[in-house]
């Protein structure tokens, strides 16, 4: 006896990502928070590459004004923060968007 | 591609750039001469490796993510428990029943079956009496023929 086709966590996750969904309605969510992982990795070392050059001492000119290796570090650090505060915040705002719609179909499987 | 493919790849690029730039950084600039690395160089040198090797993890993650939603996946087989303890409770129940009519065959022997014969008895005439005499029931023994008052494992004649 063939049943209806009714749309599942993973075919809700299919058409949000426009690829053929997970197994389980947790896995999407599972994936964002696994990137997010990563942009956080990605934002502590841009931090760490803006302070470093004050942490480790690094020599400064005559009058205390940065020299160049210290302002084209603090510049790198400070570009690779504000890009993994930009994916986190993007990634958190599509983990919530598969978290919301993982539960509403959860809740009315048959919707 | 998705944007999430699109935002990791994107990500770890810059990243990896990033790093390059740090480990190359203290020559580039020709800060750093022939002799023993200073505490610039040696700064800048780990802190680029090791955005190197978070460039190379989003890499293998995002990679990762795009094969794993490319692949089709089959569904997991799962049987439930219960169905599976219905099924051998149902089981049990069908062996217990043919194990009891099978002993049961086997301990009655009286049962229309002696010594591989069938007993029969003849019907008794409507009236109780052959041509004129009164008549008994009367019992022959003959041999069981195939198809014919042989019990099954049910117990009933085929």
Partial sequence: MSEPATPTASTASTAATGLPGPTGGQAEPRRYLAMLALFVLGLMGGIWTVIAPFVLNWPTGADGSWTDPIRDTVITGAVLAGASAVAIVITAGFAARAVAQAVAVEANPTV | ?158
Avoid: Y
Wanted: aromatic content about 4%; hydrophobic content about 45%.
């Fill in chain 2, 1 to 158: 591609m998705t944007l999430r493919t699109m935002l990791g790849i994107g990500w770890s690029i810059l990243v990896g750039l990033a790093g390059g730039w740090l480990v190359l950084m203290p020559w580039a600039l020709n800060v750093q001469g022939n002799g023993d690395w200073t505490d610039l160089t040696k700064g800048a040198f780990w802190t680029g490796l090791a955005l190197l090797a978070i460039c190379a993890i989003g890499l293998i993650v995002t990679i990762g993510l795009i094969v794993r939603a490319v692949t089709p996946q089959r569904p997991p087989r799962q049987r439930p428990a219960a169905e599976t303890n219905d099924n051998q409770a149902e089981l049990d129940r069908a062996l217990l029943q043919i194990a009891s009519k099978l002993a049961a065959d086997l301990s009655a022997p009286a049962n229309g079956r002696t010594n591989g014969a069938v007993t029969r008895t003849a019907p008794a005439p409507a009236n109780g009496t052959v041509n004129g005499q009164t008549a008994a029931p009367a019992t022959t023994n003959e041999p069981a023929t195939e198809g014919e008052g042989v019990l099954t494992h049910g117990g009933a004649e085929r």
